[in-house]
């Protein structure tokens, strides 16, 4: 499985599930937007216009970052965790503080990342699903990357700010850097950094959502 990570216009986004997903697999991912349309309203009632708005936005893909390694997060969430004194695991079972909360409770799986600004990730059941489907806010992650920044200081050691709208990381790339002396888990939260930097403020500045799903990682980013 790949890391796959897209910002895009959620009529574009089913449009593509439509296209490549199964029968089955489809239904489930309009049940998991649905959801998250309800909860969204739910919880951010003062924003019912623009919740609205952002689920009827049409926009082709605008960002789309994958990687050849499904936990190509992880080493930024278990970095931000470990400068708060705790782990991804502690703040996920545990409750544990953590500055990085949008982060990592984005989790390994699929999420939704939206243009709204909300302290606390939200969950939603999704019938036919056995975890829950995390909503996570661009605004918030955009603040904990800029707090992660002033530990890994990406721009001075990396030489950019974020990558470009439309990256593939295939594995032979990362390899050729864990080969390198030195390459550890403080260099690839760098990486991560990078990433989700560059998905979150675009998709702030558009009003669409980011899509993080496993399972679009041989899915072309548009139709």
């Known amino acids: ?9 959620v009529p574009n986004h089913l449009a593509n599930a439509r296209k490549y997903l199964s029968k089955a697999d489809f239904a489930l991912e309009q049940a998991k937007l649905k959801a998250a349309e309800t909860r969204l309203l739910e919880k951010l009632p003062d924003q019912k216009r623009a919740i609205s708005d952002m689920f009827k936005r049409k926009l082709d893909c605008i960002t789309h970052f994958r990687c050849e390694r499904f936990n190509f997060l992880e080493p930024l969430q278990q970095f931000a965790t470990f400068i708060d004194g ?31 600004d909300f302290s606390v990730p939200f969950e939603t059941r999704v019938e036919g699903r056995t975890h829950p489907y995390v909503l996570c806010s661009s605004q918030r992650m955009k603040k904990e990357l ?6 890994v200081a990406v721009e001075h050691t990396m030489g950019i ?23 550890g888990r ?38």
């Open 186 to 223: 403080r260099f690839w939260a760098k990486w991560g950094v990078m990433a989700l930097r560059g998905m979150v403020e675009r998709s702030v500045r558009a009003s669409v959502p980011i899509f993080v799903d496993p399972q679009f990682g041989e899915v072309p980013a548009t139709v």
């Open 146 to 151: 800029d707090m992660l920044d002033e530990y």
């Open 86 to 116: 705790t782990s991804p695991e502690e703040v996920i079972q545990e409750n544990a503080w953590t500055g990085a909360l949008h982060i990592v409770l984005m989790g390994q799986n699929d999420c939704m990342v939206v243009p709204f």
């Open 161 to 183: 700010r974020q990558f470009d709208a439309f990256v593939d990381l295939r594995r032979q790339d990362m390899e050729k850097f864990e080969r390198s002396e030195g390459v």
């Open 1 to 9: 499985m790949k890391f796959d990570a897209r910002v895009m216009g």
